[in-house]
């Protein structure tokens, strides 16, 4: 009771200074500080239409790449968490879906992952990017472990295709100091003309990879605990 | 003494912070992990929410320049982009507590925080 | 192409680069994937290796940005001096952590993949500018620490990391959403331009925006009482693990604070509260703990949190050009000793301190754990002394008496159980044994290399200070000496004697005046006594002869010190290398850690003092004592009750009699000769310095004079009631001292000379009793007198030391001793003390009940049968026996020549009162022929002498056996209590008695208990469950958040 009294407390404490910030917000009425100069700058000098993408991948480009970073390691550390013992490594027999689960995957599979390639690929564009069609690729994975949880997805293709898309994603970004102005730098390649599929630089590039990274990241986590 | 008014971008500010105090409630009194762990989830989607409502611009539209766009004001794309980043790593955080919460349950046979106290002093 | 490849932006791309192609490779080699592990790390350290180089050699920083976009627009590092020191300590310490876990690392390329972007997150918290990218960094530091801590997946460790889990997460989200607040209010998140538009955060919501940021990086810094977590994490994570969590991700924290701190000018009194809190708290708590690895974990936290204070002060008081030297240190000391402790703790089994005892195995282990041990403790040669004395010293400077006082109760605090530790590591015995055959040198190598480092640190700080250059000579030639310890025992006796000897040829002729006197005394009293440490032979003392070469060479230097920082230098070399001795002896691990806890209050009194005169001067000098004497009293009095400490004045003797007691027999004759003149040594520098003011001071000199007569009076009345020797002689050097005292508080010529008369006096008759009781001792292995007996026949050179030693002491003619007690009533009676020299007469006479007690009980009376054939002591203690005996002769024939010196170096100070005619010293009260006086004695005595001797060579002597008329009518139990020396003076006991009762003792040892106490209830906040942790997280920002609020 004393423990839960103190908690109590505690809360009130944070609770004034959570009340002290809301009590002094007010909406904002126009853009500020960089905000500013991205809305105005960032289409022609980076060429994306989508000016979150455009932030995320270049102007931030090494956050998102730590990003990626904390998911890899989140990743390998459930891995290294949750390894089995050598001995003890007898395989769960679940019972199959019904039979209208198992169809629906045959036909919904294919959609839900051309969906997330799509909004992987069109990330400059349109609202999405890679984390997001990454995040419905993995979905369609579970489903997949969902629907037939007595297979598994290949260890080994999930942990190539995050290696080398990860490994990938950096070597672009080093392509960035070799070539133009910085470490992930997307203006290696031409702008190209704006609005276009191929057009601000690396970020669909970028994306693509991050969405592969993302997908089979998300893919072999859900793996793991399906483990 | 003091009136919210009522723009989009406070009430969602509030109900963020009302999220975060929930949250922590819940890692404070819940003694099982898994629950902790919604907590967390819960705290981390409130300032999510914040940040989304830090860069709100009144009648703002997305950042994304568009035939449709044209001329509107956009909101600040900043928090967006970082609201992005910051939902991946609660997500992989979330997973590390998960894995945690599995190796637990599998050495003590017991879920409760509790049981994690062999140290003290 | 050289600076493109060796670019620091490098480090994050390698490590991400091979983290993210690590599972391929290891799936198809394994081996190879540790070599990319280790190559990566390497690189780590050449990058930032070169940089630390060429940029001390005043390359400006690198800047790098990111995406080819200037900042505030994109993200850029930096990569300064600061930045390069601390990641070339962290990629360093990573390389030696990944070869000392390696065998656990290479099993899964998941824990390779974790350690490399662990170390990469840290090297990205220093270099980012931007307050997001610093969260980012922050997230992948922590998530690979969550996952690293529990890598073992034991119960203990799991439930540790869930611990930090929740703590980790609940200060991420803070810091992101204050970056975020932040952001609201500014439009920016990069840190310079936040500094530069820092006008922007106005008002609560700045406030609390700031104070979530700022609460997020305090609480990573584990900060009292939020702390709980870590200490869980440090106890249970495998200590490869805790190394680097301790001391890189620590480091990358505290980097962030001295990043940000330029935002949090307001901030700056509660930082560093909760820093000094923490430190103080930790360190109470410490005393309770019994688990080293829990116990490196509070030394930690402690040592964050004086960091943090530091940092915090510092730039409040716009001091910032010191926080190199002083963070700096305090960051460096921290980082080698907590890594090398933490591998140490990895190699031990047990957790308990005394299972460090398996250290013994291998000598080279157990003096890197003291070396370890002693840089924490803040003690020189190594970076935390200098950082704590500049950091004292400028603290001074801007009147923050408080700051300081906790500054330093938190490092005595920390000297106890640090060194308590290593007093079990050397006493006790391990069931257990020290294994370190299976993985080579790899996991104790680093260990060595760092205290290496340690001492390189240690000497490149020095330079930063104005001292001279054998200010670290004790220290240099010690280590030599240790090199040559495994030797032979005579190449190290004749080696230390050589290295003296050249020593006192080269510094005695450079002093003058009383520092010229106390070198003739100390330097060749030494040599006696290290000709006498021979007599040891066979006995293998490790570590004997080198510490005894840096313990006088440091009384040299002590003696040849300038400046109040060289004194003070001198001063703590002398008490590490003194305790180190005496701990040495059988059973001296309490006793000798008593000793060092007390002097090293004393020595934090004589700092303390120190930083009151450099604040009232500016100057360093030790002149500058006597200018700032003219403001206030209170550097006088503290300077004094420093000295008086280590002299083992009344109230703080409690050290004395024990340690005296428990070190080697040879070595207490150090102690109680020489070493005890330091604080003689002390009172006349402060004395001499001081010389203008001490007429205005006459309330102070009349308490210590007093102060004196009393230690004269009881030292004499315990050492009567003792019953081990060396108590006895324990408590009869606190009473000479007593006097030495008083004469010094008389503060005129003739007292001064009296003073350093007695000193000589009790310099000559305390080696040589000491020496010759070391040599009873030595034969008949009792250090209890109703044991002994008749030893006249069996030790008769003995006998004579003692008995010459005792006329000295009691002061009756024809001695030395004579001249001293004629000197000490003519400068009482100078100065109209009647009342002191009624008191001191007194004193005198009993004193001759204990030295009655001495001789009578050891060497007349009846010979113990078990002691028929006891041999004389061997040549090696007679020699220096015979010389004292010999100095003292002839002061006693010729006291001029003795006199007349002593008098020319107090005459500058003390106009001189004396006369001399010849032999003749006249003063204003009478006059002294010591060559008469000798003579005649020598006539009076020495024809009865001859007489009776003659007579008693023709009488029959009738012997009897031992218990046939001793006791009659009841049969003793044992011996012991019914031997008539047993209790000698018992009848005494109802009249003074009382004074003998242990109430010093009492109160010392109440002091520690409520230490104890505060430990414990401090300690109550570590429940060990995780939710209250995570509250008392909470509560910590929340209180901290209002007192910024209502400040």
């Known amino acids: 009771m004393l423990k839960r009294l103190f908690m109590l407390i505690a809360l009130v404490l944070i609770a004034i200074l959570f009340f002290d910030v809301a009590s002094n917000f007010t909406e904002r009425s126009e853009l500020s500080g960089i905000s500013q100069y991205y809305v105005e700058q960032g289409a022609e000098e980076l060429g994306a239409a989508n000016l979150v993408t455009s932030v995320v991948v270049t102007y931030r480009g090494l956050d998102t790449l730590g990003e990626v970073t904390v998911l890899f390691i989140s990743a390998a550390g459930a891995s290294l968490l949750l390894r089995r013992r050598r001995n003890t490594n007898k395989k769960l027999v679940v019972e199959e879906s019904s039979e209208i689960v198992q169809t629906t995957l045959s036909i919904m599979f294919p959609i839900i992952m051309l969906f997330g390639v799509y909004i992987f690929i069109n990330g400059h564009l349109t609202p999405g990017g890679g984390f997001q069609g990454g995040a419905v690729v993995a979905s369609a994975l579970l489903f997949f472990m969902l629907a037939r949880p007595n297979d598994s997805i290949s260890h080994k293709l999930l942990m190539k295709i995050e290696s080398l898309s990860g490994f990938t994603y950096v070597v672009l970004g080093v392509l960035g100091v070799i070539l133009a102005g910085g470490f992930l730098d997307n203006r290696v390649l031409g702008l190209g003309e704006f609005g276009s599929l191929f057009s601000a630089g690396l970020i669909p590039l970028i994306y693509i990879l991050v969405g592969l990274k993302v997908g089979s990241e998300l893919g072999s986590l859900l793996q793991k605990f399906r483990e | ?121 | 192409m050289v600076t493109e490849l060796l670019s620091p932006l490098n480090i994050i791309i390698i490590a991400l680069g091979a983290g993210f192609l690590l599972p391929l490779i290891h799936a198809r080699s394994p081996r190879f994937a540790g070599q990319v592990m280790f190559a990566s790390l390497l690189y780590f350290v050449i990058i930032s290796a070169y940089h630390f180089y060429t940029l001390i050699g005043g390359a400006p920083a690198v800047e790098i940005i990111t995406a080819g976009i200037q900042p505030p627009f994109a993200i850029n590092l930096r990569f300064g001096l600061a930045e390069a020191f601390v990641l070339l300590a962290v990629n360093t310490a990573a390389l030696f952590g990944a070869r000392y876990m390696f065998d656990e690392l290479r099993e899964h390329a998941s824990a390779m993949i974790l350690f490399i972007v662990w170390i990469m997150g840290i090297n990205g918290m220093v270099m980012t500018r931007d307050l997001f990218n610093l969260f980012i960094f922050v997230e992948i530091t922590a998530v690979s620490s969550f996952v690293l801590v529990a890598m073992r997946a034991n119960s203990i460790a799991l439930s540790a990391g869930f611990k930090y889990v929740i703590a980790g997460t609940m200060a991420s989200g803070f810091l992101l959403l204050g970056t975020m607040l932040l952001y609201y209010q500014t439009g920016t998140l990069n840190i310079d331009d936040l500094i530069i538009h820092q006008e922007m955060i106005t008002g609560p919501f700045g406030t609390a925006a700031l104070m979530l940021v700022l609460g997020a990086i305090l609480v990573e810094l584990k900060p009292f009482p939020a702390n709980g977590w870590g200490l869980d994490v440090y106890q249970a994570a495998p200590a490869g693990i805790a190394a680097l969590l301790s001391v890189g991700v620590s480091a990358a924290y505290l980097f962030a604070l001295y990043k940000i701190l330029p935002l949090l000018t307001s901030f700056l009194p509660v930082i560093a509260a909760t820093g000094l809190l923490t430190f103080v708290a930790s360190n109470f708590i410490g005393l309770r703990q019994s688990d080293p690895r829990r116990l490196l974990g509070y030394s930690s936290v402690g040592q964050l949190g004086l960091m943090v204070t530091a940092l915090a002060l510092l730039t409040k008081f716009s001091l910032t050009e010191y926080i190199p030297l002083v963070v700096g240190g305090l960051f460096i000391s921290h980082f080698l000793a907590k890594a090398g402790l933490f591998w140490l703790a990895g190699i031990i089994k047990g957790s308990e301190l005394g299972d460090w005892s398996q250290l013994r195995s291998k000598p080279v282990l157990i003096i890197a754990f003291l070396f370890l041990i002693t840089a924490l403790a803040g003690l020189p040669p190594f970076p935390t002394f200098w950082a704590k004395w500049q950091l004292v010293m400028s603290l001074m400077e801007y009147q923050q008496h408080g700051w300081v006082f906790f500054i330093l109760l938190g490092s005595l605090l920390e000297v106890v159980y640090l060194f308590r530790w290593f007093g079990k590591a050397v006493s006790s015995q391990s069931d257990k044994a020290l294994d370190i055959s299976s993985s080579g040198n790899r996991q104790w190598l680093p260990v060595v290399l760092f205290v290496g480092l340690l001492l390189a640190c240690g000497q490149v700080m020095a330079s930063s200070f104005d001292l001279p250059v054998m200010a670290l000579l004790p220290v240099y030639a010690g280590l030599l000496l240790m090199l040559i310890d495994g030797l032979g025992e005579r190449l190290k006796q004749i080696a230390s004697l050589l290295v003296i000897i050249a020593y006192s040829v080269y510094l005695i002729p450079s002093l003058d005046g009383l520092n010229w006197i106390f070198g003739l005394m100390l330097l060749p009293g030494s040599i006696l006594i290290l000709i006498a440490s021979t007599y040891q032979q066979g006995t293998a003392r490790p570590g004997f002869y080198p510490l005894f070469v840096m313990l006088v060479l440091s009384l040299g230097t002590l003696l040849a010190a300038e400046t109040m920082l060289g004194f003070f230098l001198a001063w703590e070399l002398m008490t590490v290398s003194s305790y180190l001795l005496v701990s040495l002896g059988k059973k001296a691990t309490r006793p000798s850690l008593v000793y060092l806890v007390f002097s090293i209050a004393g020595a934090f009194l004589i700092l303390f003092a120190f930083a009151l005169i450099y604040a009232q001067t500016g100057s360093m000098q030790l002149s500058a004592i006597g200018q700032a004497g003219i403001v206030s009293n209170w550097p006088f009095i503290l300077l004094l009750s420093g000295f008086f400490i280590k002299m083992g004045g009344l109230g703080v003797h409690v050290w004395l009699p024990d340690a005296y007691a428990e070190c080697d027999d040879d070595f207490t004759a150090m102690m109680s000769s020489v070493v005890s003149k330091a604080g003689v040594f002390g009172l006349f520098v402060v004395g001499t310095q001081m010389t203008a003011q001490l007429n205005d001071m006459d309330t102070i000199l009349t308490v210590v004079g007093w102060v004196g007569l009393i230690m004269a009076l009881a030292g004499a009345i315990m050492a009567a009631m003792s019953e081990d020797i060396k108590h006895l002689l324990a408590y009869s050097s606190i009473g000479q001292l007593g006097y030495i005292v008083t004469t010094f508080a008389i503060a005129n010529h003739t007292g001064w000379v009296a003073a350093m008369y007695l000193a000589v006096n009790h310099l000559l008759y305390k080696g040589l009793i000491f020496l010759a009781i070391a040599g009873v001792l030595y034969r008949v292995k009792t250090r209890y007198m109703y044991q002994m007996g008749g030893l006249i026949k069996n030790m008769p050179i003995s006998f004579i030391s003692v008995l010459i030693g005792i006329i000295t002491i009691s002061g009756v003619p024809p001695l030395l001793g004579f001249g001293g007690k004629w000197l000490l009533y003519n400068a009482l009676l100078e100065r109209g003390w009647y009342l002191q020299a009624g008191l001191a007469f007194f004193a005198s006479a009993v004193a001759f009940l204990y030295l009655f007690k001495l001789i009578h009980t050891i060497f007349l009376g009846q010979r113990k049968s078990e002691h028929e054939h006891v041999k004389e002591a061997p040549l090696a203690l007679l020699i220096p026996q015979i010389t004292f005996m010999v100095l003292i002769m002839a002061f006693s024939m010729f006291p001029n020549i003795l006199i007349q010196p002593l008098s020319d170096a107090v005459a500058p100070f003390m106009a001189s009162t004396f006369t001399w005619e010849g032999y003749l010293l006249i003063t204003e009260n009478g006059y002294w022929n010591g060559f008469l006086v000798m003579n005649i004695v020598g006539v009076l005595f020495m024809a009865p002498a001859i007489l009776l001797w003659l007579v008693s060579k023709k009488m029959k002597v009738q012997k009897v056996k031992q218990f046939n008329i001793v006791f009659a009518a009841e049969r003793p139990f044992t011996p012991a209590t019914t031997h008539y020396a047993y209790n000698f003076y018992a009848f005494y006991d109802k009249a003074i008695g009382f004074l003998t009762r242990p109430d010093a003792t009492r109160f010392w040892n109440g002091v520690s208990e409520w230490g104890h106490t505060v430990g414990a209830s401090l300690r109550r906040f570590y429940t060990g469950n995780g939710q209250t942790y995570a509250g008392l997280i909470l509560f910590y920002i929340g209180v901290m958040y209002l007192a910024v609020r209502t400040l």
């Open chain 2, 1 to 121: 003494m003091f009136e919210f008014n009522l723009p989009l971008a406070n009430i969602v500010l509030v109900t963020g912070f009302l999220l975060i105090l929930s949250g922590l409630w819940a890692m404070f009194i819940h003694k099982n992990i898994i629950r902790m762990i919604i907590g967390f989830s819960l705290m981390d989607t409130g300032i999510h929410m914040i940040m989304v409502a830090l860069g709100y611009i009144t009648g703002g539209t997305a950042p994304i320049f568009d035939d449709a766009v044209d001329g509107m004001q956009m909101v600040d794309p900043v928090p967006s982009a970082l609201v992005l980043t910051a939902i991946v790593i609660g997500l992989g955080v979330t997973a590390v507590m998960l894995s945690y919460a599995v190796k637990i349950h599998q050495a003590k046979n017991s879920l409760s925080i509790d049981d994690c106290a062999e140290q003290k002093w």
